[in-house]
Nanobody
Framework: QVQLVESGGGLVQAGGSLRLSCAASGSTFSISAMAWYRQAPGKQRELVAVISGGSTTYYADSVKGRFTISRDNVKNTMYLQMNSLKPEDTAVYYC??????????????WGQGTQVTVSS
């Protein structure tokens, strides 16, 4: 099993920045790709960004050019640098692990989520 713990959320004004972290523990040798999802109130959870084991990245169109995903395999930690934040980025952000080739397939392991609130 894999345990995932997110941190770094908070309240920020539009145009500001935040850096989210996701620390993985447990059977980390089984981790291939890692991803960030988000869920806004009343909306479905959506895929935000993915990083493969070989550091290939994918971004949703809504965050492309503003968010950067990265990972430190020694620390088993993934990051999401979020710049130029907009009120529509307000959501609970979740860490996930899975597999990535041309599409991302979740393994089913989720963190507890971290709240990001962007004020206008």
């Amino acid at each position: 099993q894999v345990q995932l713990v997110e941190s770094g959320g908070g309240l920020v004004q539009a145009g500001g920045s935040l850096r989210l972290s996701c620390a993985a523990s447990g059977s980390t040798f089984s981790i291939s790709a890692m991803a960030w999802y988000r869920q806004a109130p009343g909306k479905q959870r959506e895929l935000v960004a993915v990083i493969s084991g070989g550091s290939t990245t994918y971004y949703a169109d809504s965050v492309k050019g503003r968010f950067t995903i990265s990972r430190d395999n020694v620390k088993n930690t993934m990051y999401l640098q979020m710049n130029s934040l907009k009120p529509e980025d307000t959501a609970v952000y979740y860490c996930n692990v899975g597999y990535y080739s041309s599409t991302y397939l979740s393994s089913g392991y989720w963190g507890q989520g971290t709240q990001v609130t962007v004020s206008s």
